[in-house]
């Protein structure tokens, strides 16, 4: 079995900074391309941002200049640094991985169970 563990979500004012983790373990051999992706009230889950093994990211439009994706290889972990939140940053952050599994050698997406991140005066 794979498992994605988050933290480090709550309640914030705009203006403020949170810092998201999310750690893989399991059956894993390799883990390619992490990200996190969110769903806001009454939206559909987009992708906030994402890394490779290698360190190239790709972000969101609407984050860029705010949020920071980086990685640990060497603890399976991926965070999200969030500064200059906005209310409309409220939504239901999500881990994603792509992993190589050990048995059976296959590749998939895992999920986190979501962690909730909520911006309020």
């Known amino acids: 079995q794979v498992q994605l563990v988050e933290s480090g979500g709550g309640l914030v004012q705009p203006g403020g900074s949170l810092r998201l983790s999310c750690a893989a373990s399991g059956n894993i051999f390799s883990i390619y391309t992490m990200g996190w992706y969110r769903r806001a009230p009454g939206k559909e889950r987009e992708l906030v941002a994402d890394?490779?093994?290698?360190?190239?990211?790709n972000n969101a439009d609407s984050v860029k200049g705010r949020f920071t994706i980086s990685r640990d290889n060497a603890k399976n972990t991926v965070y999200l640094q969030m500064n200059s939140l906005k209310p409309e940053d409220t939504a239901v952050y999500y881990c994603n991985a792509q992993i190589l599994t050990r048995t059976p050698r296959q590749i998939n997406d895992y999920w986190g169970q979501g962690t909730q991140v909520t911006v309020s005066s």
């Open positions: 890394i490779t093994v290698g360190g190239s990211t």
